[in-house]
């Protein structure tokens, strides 16, 4: 960590980013280039087609595949120093892997790196590789690390009441695993579009139509052979592009991010506010300072860490999305500057999710709080009372517990002295003498069959 590091990525959170930087720092664009380079070449040297690249041995295999493979600091030091030169980073790669089998049984093979590529035809299979590394290896598990967090602390609660809140006010009661799992079943959503999720790869020259193959090998297949190489690397063929893939996978799975960031803040908001309530108790961290002054404090800190993280996750990432689908022509270069803001845009995300786990690690519900709130929201069995009077036909129910509770605050006497009054069948009658705020919960605890795998 530098403390003179621009980004709080690279500075003061750069030890909770979980290895993302192996994905997409400007290190992991470099060695995922190799990587691209290098396949290409064994895949010439496999295909009847591209006569003039012989069949490489399995230690020149080896050894090409190590390049990239054993690729360390020291040499994207010095595929940057080739850079201050050739003034292009995709050239500089290709300089590079030239530098090293120049003196090696490859050397009669070395015009073949990069052959019939352009930038694009590298570039865009090493963002698809990176971003596909820095979900499904980073960023997936820890948000299904955090559904799963949450799916079991509904479980444990599924069934203890709690006083909901419309417009901030008090309203029909629920559970407090009910309310959580509404964010698992938001979250299984979006986890399962994510893990779908294609990563394109487009391999077709210049401008998307195979103009230099052609002019060396007009026999060959040439669709069938890129196609054939982009699966190889782990993503999906896009058959059909100008200079650049088109980038629409990147849009979805960016926003497809953008929304389980959006259920994050939204839960990071409802749990600071139970906090704020009482609802929930957080357990105190030794050694940790709440206020500069106030030495009582525990603040929420990890939620509202959380929430701040998601949104500058969703800032970059919506500005991604919107962004890279679009460019003039063939291709410009807005999208290149573009690109290098992936790891921002994840990384941000990341950070929030591991702030939201540190938070419910130290949450415990409060369920004197709870009882006690509660016990003093009698008015909120309106709504069961006069859906039992309307049901047997009384006129203007609603209105008669309208002028009963609204504004006012009702307890236990007077909300059965009102139901003592009511000309009801005696099933009924009795079912809304029995009930009380904390037992009017529908079937809450039974929704949460709904976040099982």
């Keep these: 960590m530098s403390i003179k590091a621009i980004s709080p990525l690279d500075g003061r959170y750069q030890e909770q980013l979980g290895g993302i930087e192996s994905y997409v720092s400007e290190w992991a664009l470099m060695k995922y280039r190799v990587h691209v380079e290098v396949e290409w070449l064994i895949a010439m040297s496999k295909s009847e087609w591209i006569a003039d690249v012989r069949p490489f041995t399995s230690q020149e295999t080896e050894f090409l595949r190590k390049l990239a493979a054993d690729f360390s600091e020291a040499d994207a030091l010095e595929v940057k120093q080739i850079e201050s030169t050739t003034k292009h980073d995709v050239k500089a790669v290709e300089y590079f892997i030239k530098r090293r089998i120049k003196e090696t049984s490859l050397a009669d093979v070395a015009e073949f ?112 052979i890129a196609g054939s190489f982009v699966e190889s690397l782990g993503l999906a063929y896009n058959p059909l592009t100008t200079q650049i893939e088109s980038h629409d996978y990147l849009a979805e799975a960016f926003m497809a991010i953008c929304r389980f960031n959006n259920i994050g803040i939204d839960m990071d908001r409802d749990i600071w506010s139970y906090i704020s309530l009482s609802y929930f108790k957080q357990i105190p961290v030794a050694g940790e300072v709440g206020s500069s002054t106030m030495p009582h404090k525990v603040n929420p800190i990890n939620f509202e860490n959380s929430e701040a993280n998601f949104g500058m996750s ?140």
């Excluded at 590298?122 to 559904?147: C, D, F, H, R, T």
């Excluded at 959503?189 to 052609?214: M, P, S, W, Y």
Aim: with cysteine; aromatic share 6%.
């Design 314 to 453: 969703n800032a970059v990432l919506e500005h991604l999305a919107m962004k890279l689908p679009i460019s003039r022509m063939q291709r410009d270069l807005t999208d290149s500057s573009t690109l290098r803001n992936i790891g921002v845009g994840i990384g941000h995300s990341v950070l929030a999710l591991q702030a939201a786990l540190r938070g419910l690690k130290q949450l415990s519900v409060n369920e004197a709080e709870l009882a006690k709130d509660l016990d003093h929201a009698w008015e909120v069995l309106a709504e069961a009372v006069q859906t039992v009077m309307r049901k047997n036909g009384h006129d203007n129910p609603y209105e008669k517990l309208k002028d009963l509770t609204r504004g006012a605050q009702i307890d236990q006497a007077a909300m059965r002295q009102f139901i003592e009054s009511l000309d009801l069948p005696a099933d009924d009658k009795s079912r809304l003498l029995a009930m009380t705020p904390a037992s009017y919960i529908g079937i809450a605890p039974q929704l949460l069959r709904h976040i099982e795998k």
């Design 113 to 224: 790196v990069h052959f019939c590529c352009t930038s694009e035809d590298i570039n865009n299979l090493s963002y698809a590789l990176m971003v596909q590394g820095a979900i499904k290896q980073v960023w997936l598990p820890l948000a299904e690390k955090l559904a799963g967090t949450v799916a079991g602390l509904a479980k444990q609660t599924q069934s203890i009441p709690m006083l909901a809140r419309t417009h901030g006010q008090p309203a029909s009661p629920t559970t407090v695993g009910k309310e959580l799992a509404v964010f698992v079943r938001r979250w299984q959503r979006q986890l399962v579009q994510i893990d779908n999720l294609e990563f394109l790869g487009k391999f077709n020259g210049a401008v998307g139509n195979f103009n230099a193959h052609v002019s060396a090998y007009p026999d060959a297949p040439w669709e069938e």
